[in-house]
C-alpha cells in the first residue's frame, strides 16, 4: 500500500509540473500509475489532496537533498539566539546545497509546479502561497537575525527574493551557460564551485549592506 501511495505521488509530481493543476485530471494520473481510482480515493480521497500532498512530498524530498544524512534542522524559534557568525553559516550550508539541488537538477518538478501555477487562477496561486508559508519561516527569520530587518516588512522580503532568486537563476540561465561554455553533458564539479562561489560573494554583498550588528546576540 506503501509503494502505491509513493508511486501516485511520484506520478503526479511529473503531471501537475507538466500540465499544472487544472490541465491534470486524476484519469491521467491514475492511468500513467498504472492503478485504479479507487486507489487514489483511498490514499488521498481526490485531486485537490493529492495536489498538496505531493508539495509536501517534494518539498520533504528537497529537504532531505538540502541537509543530507544530518539529522539536526533548526527551528525558528532557536535561531533567535544564534549569533551573526552561526546564522551566516546555516545560510551558507542551505544556500549551498540548494544549488546543489538546481545545478544537479533534482528539483525540477517543484520549481515547475510552481511556473504552472502562476499561469493559473489567482486563487489557486494563493492558495499553495498560503500552503508554503510555513516552510519559510526558517530563512525569513535567518534574514532577519543577519540584517537587522523586521521580517515580513517590505524591505526583507525585496532583499530575501534578492539572495534566494539567484538560487533560482543557476536553473533558468541553465541554457545559455550550457551554450557558452560548450557543455553537452552535466555541470563539471569546478564549474558547480565557481557558481556557487559568485553566487555566495553576491550574497554576502547583499547581506552586507543591512548588517546591523546591534540586534545580533
Known sequence: MKDTRTKLLKTSARIFARKGYSGTSVRDIVNIAHVNVSALAYHFGGKRELFFETIRFLIEDHRKHMWG??????????I???????????????VDRLLDNNLSRKNLPLERI??????????????????????????????????GLPERSPELLCVAHSIFGQIMLSETQRLAIEHNLGI??????????????????????????????????
Open 114 to 147: 510552481f511556473t504552472q501555477v502562476e499561469l493559473e487562477s489567482v486563487g489557486m496561486r494563493k492558495m499553495l502561497l498560503e500552503y508554503m508559508a510555513p516552510f519559510h519561516e526558517l530563512p525569513f527569520k535567518l534574514l532577519s537575525l543577519l540584517t
Open 69 to 78: 544524512k544530518e539529522k539536526f534542522m533548526p527551528t525558528a524559534q532557536q
Open 184 to 217: 553537452t553533458k552535466s555541470y563539471s564539479p569546478q564549474l558547480k564551485q565557481t557558481i556557487k562561489k559568485t553566487a555566495w560573494s553576491h550574497m554576502l554583498g547583499i547581506l552586507n549592506l543591512y548588517k546591523k550588528g546591534s540586534k545580533l546576540k
Open 80 to 94: 533567535e539566539n544564534y549569533s551573526y557568525e552561526q546564522a551566516l553559516n546555516l545560510l551558507h550550508r542551505m
